[in-house]
Each structure stands twice: as structure tokens, then as C-alpha cells.
């Protein structure tokens, strides 16, 4: 079984940092992309950033310059850096990766994480 657990969410004020971090366990064989995603009350859960295991990056227009996606292959973990922190960022906020489990027939697929949430006050 495959479990991903994101930390790292708080109370922060604007313009301060929060690092998430979320790590994966269980039988895995390998893993591809990794994600970022939030989900603000009463909105969409949308893309903040992602990474794919060749080392592509790609962010949300809303987050360039602010925030920095990061993976350690050994670690099974994936990093959010969150600088320069807004109000608009309130979300929780839910990891994502593409895994090959162990298995008789690996057979990749997206597992997530529960979420944690980020809050921002102004």
C-alpha cells in the first residue's frame, strides 16, 4: 500500500515563507512526476507547481518567482517553498505523484495526499 503524507502548513503572515514537504511510502517501485496542488473554500483544486522525475519543472503563473518546487529521489519526497506569502495563497494544499507500485503487474497511477492547509492573514 501507498500512502503520501504532506506537513508542514500553518498560520503565516503576508510576505513570510512556509516550506510543505510530502513524502512517500509503502512497496514503490518508482516514481515519475510529482505535484503541488491547492484548493481554496468554494474553488477548484488547481496546479501550483510540479516536477518531473527528468527534473521539468513548470509553476502556476500566480506562484513564478515566489514559490520553488524541489524532489529528493531517495527520500521519496517532494518540496514546496513558499516565499513571499499572500493572502490569495490561503489554501490547503495537496501533493500528488504518478507511482509504479510493487506489484505482480505494476501498473502506474496518481496518488495524493490528505492536505494541509496553508493559511495567510494579512
Known amino acids: 500500500q501507498v500512502q503520501l503524507v504532506e506537513s508542514g502548513g500553518g498560520l503565516v503572515q503576508a510576505g513570510g515563507s512556509l516550506r510543505l514537504s510530502c513524502a512517500a511510502s509503502?512497496?514503490?517501485?518508482?516514481?515519475?512526476?510529482m505535484g503541488w496542488y491547492r484548493q481554496a473554500p468554494g474553488k477548484q483544486r488547481d496546479l501550483v507547481a510540479g516536477?518531473?522525475?527528468?527534473?521539468?519543472?513548470n509553476y502556476a503563473e500566480s506562484v513564478k518567482g515566489r514559490f520553488t518546487i524541489s524532489r529528493d529521489n531517495a527520500r521519496n519526497t517532494v518540496y514546496l517553498q513558499m516565499d513571499s506569502l499572500k493572502p490569495e495563497d490561503t489554501a490547503v494544499y495537496y501533493c500528488k505523484m504518478s507511482i509504479m507500485p510493487i506489484m505482480l503487474v505494476p501498473t502506474a497511477r496518481d496518488y495524493w495526499g490528505k492536505g494541509t492547509l496553508v493559511t495567510v492573514s494579512s
Open positions: 516536477i518531473t522525475n527528468g527534473g521539468g519543472i
Open positions: 509503502g512497496s514503490i517501485l518508482s516514481i515519475k512526476d
